[in-house]
């Protein structure tokens, strides 16, 4: 009974993986936007530090400014200006008692001195804090002043040229009454510009507080976009990868069932459902492939079975089937010798077609046998040389090759991995086809040989009848005759053991036939042949030794 094959791997293409149910939540984000949430939120607050820190660094240097270019100097040229009223009112009051010039060129000098540090005084009011509130003050001291100088000094100038040393006595009274409203004046300005830089000092603090906490924050801003990073990779990347790691070895261990999928980031998620798709698919086909091979081992073993029926029945052939036609020629051909002078010519005929019929039934069953045996019963193959079997298959030949005079010629055969009896019957079939097939010259015969690639290409061309094409492929199945038995003796099964041993072998076997007048190169020397046919099979390589591939034609050894 015969098995139907089992086709479980010769169906359609395989399917595409089925789609993949998204990932829900957190899960359904890729890494690339877990970091990119991240990015932007440590982004936004490095820019709230960001302008924090420079309205922090902007406020201090206002601050600084405004105390060190505008109140600190304000405070200097007031104290210049009180020095420069104290001038005035000691050199008035000098001048009055002595008249001397001296102590009238200082009051001038001081006068000149006040009012230069006036004036820069009133060039910082734009740039001062509280500026309308200074500014009536410093009115207030150039008023104040100038009474001091209207009813004091300049009176007291104007009288020495009449009272002499006594013009200061006689004007004491308003020199202090006027001078004390300096004194006052100057001592509330002061006293406002001292607010003024303690408020500067303590606005000065608090930037650089401000600026301190805004650095703090900058830094806390990097340790915390650190620590989310870290948090980021951790859960986002190491955990599922450790947990898909821990899957796909469970896997690896031999629990091919187990599932492999985790639920984040997207890309892993989506990679782990097609590695468990791809785990499912290939689980599927090493189940049927299991099946399939458990399907072959038990073909095999059936082969192995039948293969050992085949080699009962090649015992069985070859003893037994034998044995009885060998007695049936002893016999008949005993029949003849014995009773002969008793027989007419018709019952001589018919003893021969018995003795015949026997002797063509013995080489059937050995050509059979033959036939049955190539690549199961000493099928060894080795490198050989093939040379070896060549000579073996002429010498086998030898009788023949002497009666019908042929001439056999051979290029240097390289050497081929194979069998070497089978390569032996191999050239003893082809050279015998070529004797047997001749035409009414003397056969010759050449083996030719060249390279092909990883194979040897040999070739043996003869000068026979030659084949019509249309039978090259024919001439190669068994029991396949083109003459009758009465013209070229045989049974039909030498060129089909040819092509198995070929076959066998790894290689093919083909015919080229060549119809018409042509000329061929047979050993040294060409010769014209009317017709012929050239056989060609391959036979690998041997692997010790590469023998360069010997042209067809080339060193040729004549045979008798």
Known sequence: MTERPDRSSDGPSPRPLPALTPAKGFGNLPVGRWFTFAGVSIALVFMISAVVTIKSIEETREARETLVDVIDPAALRLLEISNAMTSQESSVRAYGRTNEAVSLQDYRNAITAEKASLDMLTSLLPRIPERQVVGAEVARLKETGEAWRRDYADKVIAAVPTLKTEAARQNAAINATRFNEIRQSLTGLQNHLNRLHEAGVVRLDLGWQALYVALIGVALA????????????????????????????????????????????????????????????????????????????????ELRRSNGELEQFAYVASHDLQEPLRKVASFTQMLEQRYGDQLDERAKQYIAFSVDGAKRMQMLINDLLDFSRVGRMGGERTRIDANVPLRAALNNLGATIE??????????????????????????N??????????????????????????????????????????????????????????????????????????????????????????????????????????????????LVDIPPSPEGGDSHGRP
Request: aromatic fraction near 6%; charge should be negative; hydrophobic fraction near 35%.
């Open 403 to 428: 009666d019908t005079g042929a001439t056999v010629t051979h290029d240097e055969l390289p050497e081929v991995h194979g069998n070497r009896a089978q390569l032996t019957q191999l050239f003893q």
């Open 430 to 543: 082809l050279i015998g086809n070529a004797i047997k097939f001749h035409s009414q010259d003397p056969p010759v015969i050449h083996i030719g040989v060249r390279r092909d690639g990883d194979m040897w290409e040999f070739s043996c061309t003869d000068n026979g009848i030659g084949i019509d094409s249309k039978y090259t492929d024919r001439i190669f199945l068994i029991f396949q005759r083109l003459h009758g038995r009465d013209v070229y003796a045989g049974t039909g099964i030498g060129l089909a053991l040819c092509k198995k041993i070929v076959e066998y072998h790894g290689g093919r076997i083909w015919v080229d036939t060549e119809d018409g007048e042509s000329t061929e190169t047979i050993g040294n020397s060409e010769r014209t042949a009317t017709s012929g046919t050239t056989f060609r099979w391959t036979l690998p390589t041997g692997d």
């Open 222 to 301: 990097l340790v915390v976009a650190g620590v989310v990073a870290v948090l980021i990779v951790r859960y986002a990347v190491l955990r599922p990868l450790a947990e898909l790691n821990q899957q796909v070895r469970a896997v690896a261990q031999g629990d091919f069932d187990h599932r492999l999928m985790v639920e984040r980031p997207a890309e892993l998620s989506e990679l782990s459902g097609h590695v468990d798709a791809m785990r499912r698919r290939i689980l599927a086909e090493w189940r049927r492939s299991s099946e399939t091979q458990r399907k072959l081992e038990d073909q095999a073993a």
